[in-house]
Nanobody
């Protein structure tokens, strides 16, 4: 059983929007901090956005502030990334991560490709 499965990626024009989803299974989703990361070709993986267990605190990379929004639905064991005003430099493979500061466990999804191009 794959613990995290992303969906929602695709090809979008500059200025467009996409909503990524990451569905979790096999662990107590509500007990984990959730994050979205991305890796562009030839670049290091970077944190895009993170949300705490209760959803009360979010943080974002400077490059996406004001354009991306992370949210979670613990009833559906799912974390989302709403991406608006997309730019070509947002092109990357986007992956979600679940991490527990208590148990030190972490899970990664397989990633979903986002391509921003005209």
């Amino acid at each position: 059983q794959v613990p995290l499965v992303e969906s929602g990626g695709g090809l979008v024009q500059p200025g467009g929007s996409l909503r990524l989803s990451c569905a979790a299974s096999g662990f107590t989703f509500s007990a984990y901090i959730m994050g979205w990361y991305r890796q562009a070709p030839g670049k290091e993986r970077e944190l895009v956005a993170r949300i705490t267990k209760t959803g009360g605190i979010t943080n974002y990379a400077d490059s996406v502030k004001g354009r991306f929004t992370i949210s979670r639905d613990d009833a559906k064991n799912t974390v989302y990334l709403q991406m608006n005003s997309l730019k070509p430099e947002d092109t990357a493979v986007y992956s979600c991560k679940a991490e527990s500061r208590v148990s030190a466990r972490a899970y990664w999804g397989q990633g979903t490709q986002v391509t921003v191009s005209s």
